[in-house]
């Protein structure tokens, strides 16, 4: 069954602090893995979309970075902000015509002053 | 910078009732998608059209939801009656025409639904 798993659920740290949420998938065929922010009570925002060949990407703050042999990924942020607070959702899309979505449960980041 | 457009943004309602929500996609997007959101959830895609007609709809309770998209450009989703579980975010998205490997969708602000 395809799936994806976040890690960890939720996530408290200190403003300026890095850190780093990761991401497992089971999705095949697999066509590309996504990095979405959701503030409370917004629509996910895109961060980041990585195929099989890249290995990282990034976007400001933001770096993503992608194992496509074990199907790993993470999310690094750097110097974090408090309006980092959000939840990160991986997103990985199953190739294909329709290139359906397959969502993780999203990490809950907090940063505190 | 183009958005998807959602309406209302909240919505209170009591069991039993008729609810609808509006979608207005980016112009151009002929894929349109309605999810639903439970809170702490991962959003689940309800229904996916191509222009005017629909694409999957698999995972749409089709007893009491209904969706459509009757001149491919804006669409409706609708449920009657409205079930305490139906309680969520039902977030609209769309994509444009680009390659499938970067088929980005972009999420609207989202209807969140209450049902009492």
């Known amino acids: 069954k395809n799936q994806v798993e976040q890690s960890p659920q939720s996530l408290i740290i200190l403003e300026g602090k890095n850190c780093t949420l990761q991401c497992n998938y089971t999705v095949s065929p697999f066509s590309n893995l996504r990095w979405y922010k959701q503030d409370t009570g917004r629509g996910p925002v895109s961060l980041t979309i990585?195929?099989?060949?890249?290995n990282t990407k990034s976007n400001g703050r933001y770096t993503a970075t992608l194992d496509a042999d074990t199907k790993q990924s993470s999310l690094h942020i750097t110097a974090s902000q408090l309006s980092d607070s959000a939840s990160y959702i991986c997103?990985?899309?199953?190739?294909?015509?329709?290139?359906?979505?397959?969502f993780g449960k999203g990490t809950k980041l907090s940063v505190k002053p | 910078e183009a958005e998807v457009a959602q309406s209302p943004r909240y919505k209170i309602t009591e069991k039993s009732q008729a609810v609808a929500f509006w979608c207005d996609p980016i112009s151009g997007h002929a894929t349109l998608y309605w999810y639903r959101q439970i809170l702490g959830q991962g959003p689940e895609l309800l229904v996916q059209?191509?222009?005017?007609?629909?694409?999957?709809d698999s995972q749409l309770p089709k007893d009491r939801f209904s969706a459509e998209r009757l001149k491919g450009v804006d669409s409706t989703l609708k449920i009657q009656p409205a079930e305490l579980g139906d309680s969520a975010m039902y977030l609209c998205?769309?994509?444009?025409?680009?390659?499938?490997?970067?088929?980005?969708?972009?999420f609207g602000p989202g209807t969140r639904l209450t049902v009492l």
């Open positions: 998205a769309s994509s444009g025409t680009g390659t499938l490997t970067y088929n980005e969708q972009f």
């Open positions: 059209f191509q222009d005017e007609s629909v694409v999957d």
């Open positions: 990585m195929t099989f060949s890249e």
């Open positions: 997103v990985v899309s199953e190739r294909g015509s329709q290139g359906n979505l397959i």
